[in-house]
């Protein structure tokens, strides 16, 4: 059985010897009910891939013996999702479709029209990120497990950011996205930073930031989608373009 895609920690892997216990254990055990002998397919944080026998299979853990490791899939471009906070299911969602695009990182973002607030540090919604990352990694087949990155407030972000390819979605005025990926469609940058703004929109203020420190408007359309929307139609686009 080589269907299913599992994740397992680093620090499970001793040598040739690998050691599943946890949700992926119940998930293995309970219900894909794989038996010894069945071949296993797993990615660890880091996006590592492994093919591993199963050796013994029990109510607690499973033992399994390393067979062959791969480094992670590639990435053409390293896509950097910079998110204003919204509201949990909607932040929540965004996070799901950034692993199942195959992005690289998600960088949660409090802009001044953030409704939703995060607690400092953002350990536990970093913790449920992680958690709904790895599981759309899985779901999708890629591996590639985006980091969650703590968060910034816009400022912070913008002065921590490489110096990839950076733009911003905006409701007001800018260059429609299809050409930004147009322009680079035979090269591809290594890195490229797409930031998204809250439930309400950018501040002016935000947006002329943003200009200064060299990002580029761009835009999606006519339409005024829902903030999760338009970080979903941008990651789809820059994903099939940029990373696939």
């Not at 299913?4 to 690998?18: A, S, V, Y």
């Not at 299809?178 to 290594?190: I, K």
């Not at 200009?211 to 994903?239: D, N, Q």
Request: proline share 5%; charged share 25%; net charge positive.
């Amino acid at each position: 059985m080589t269907s299913n895609l599992f994740f397992i920690e680093k620090k499970k892997i001793n040598g040739r010897r690998m050691v599943l216990e946890g949700p992926e254990h119940h998930h293995l055990f309970r219900v894909v009910r794989s038996q010894p002998g069945d071949i296993v397919r797993f990615f660890d944080e880091d996006g590592d891939r492994y093919e591993a026998r199963i050796e013994t299979i029990g109510t607690a853990r499973t033992e399994l013996v390393l067979l062959a490791r791969t480094g992670p899939a590639e990435r053409r471009t390293r896509i950097i999702l910079g998110q204003a906070l919204l509201k949990s299911k909607a932040m929540d969602l965004v996070v799901q479709k950034a692993a199942e695009f195959g992005l690289f990182a998600v960088v949660p973002i409090v802009a001044s029209r953030s409704v939703a607030r995060i607690e400092e540090g953002g350990g536990k919604k970093i913790e449920r990120w992680t958690k709904i990352a790895r599981e759309a990694s899985k779901q999708s087949k890629w591996g590639l497990m985006p980091r969650i990155h703590p968060p910034l407030n816009l400022a912070a972000f913008l002065r921590s950011r490489g110096a990839g390819l950076a733009f911003f979605l905006s409701e007001n005025d800018g260059r429609p996205l299809r050409d930004v990926v147009a322009g680079v469609a035979e090269r591809p940058p290594a890195e490229a930073a797409a930031l998204i703004g809250p439930e309400g929109g950018w501040t002016g203020e935000e947006e002329s930031l943003m200009i200064e420190a060299g990002l580029e408007a761009v835009s999606l359309g006519r339409a005024i989608l829902r903030a999760e929307t338009a970080a979903i139609a941008a990651a789809a686009i820059l994903s099939h373009f940029w990373i696939s």
